[in-house]
């Protein structure tokens, strides 16, 4: 589990077979950016990507990336280590179904 510091919460919902999608929400910024996973088609592999809710015209896109990316840094490292020592396991078993907010 990862705790979340406060204020910050997220919702999980699937976009396709295979596809999760956590957004990430700041209670005073609102949208901070979203983790990806993708189970890749040879079913060993997924791919992570951290996307951050920007808009290059607002200077609130700097707070959002100073507070999203060592979420999505860490979020990445975890699952990274896990899928490292659980290859028998197939991906989609994996994938993290909470977080936790502190």
């Known amino acids: ?3 979340l510091p406060m204020g910050i919460t997220f919702s999980k919902h699937a976009a396709q077979p295979g596809c999760w999608i956590y957004d990430f929400r700041y209670i005073l910024l609102g949208s901070l950016g979203r983790v990806v996973l993708t189970v890749l088609p040879d079913g060993a592999h997924t791919h992570v990507s951290g ?3 920007e808009n290059p015209e607002m200077a609130i ?3 959002r990336q100073e507070i999203f990316e060592p979420i999505g840094r860490k979020i ?3 699952l990274e280590q896990a899928f490292a020592h659980r290859a028998d396991v197939p991906p989609q ?3 993290p179904s909470s977080l936790s907010s502190t």
Do not use: P
């Open 1 to 3: 589990m990862i705790a």
């Open 51 to 53: 996307e951050l809710a």
């Open 61 to 63: 896109t700097t707070g």
């Open 76 to 78: 990445a490292d975890r």
């Open 93 to 95: 078993s994996m994938l």
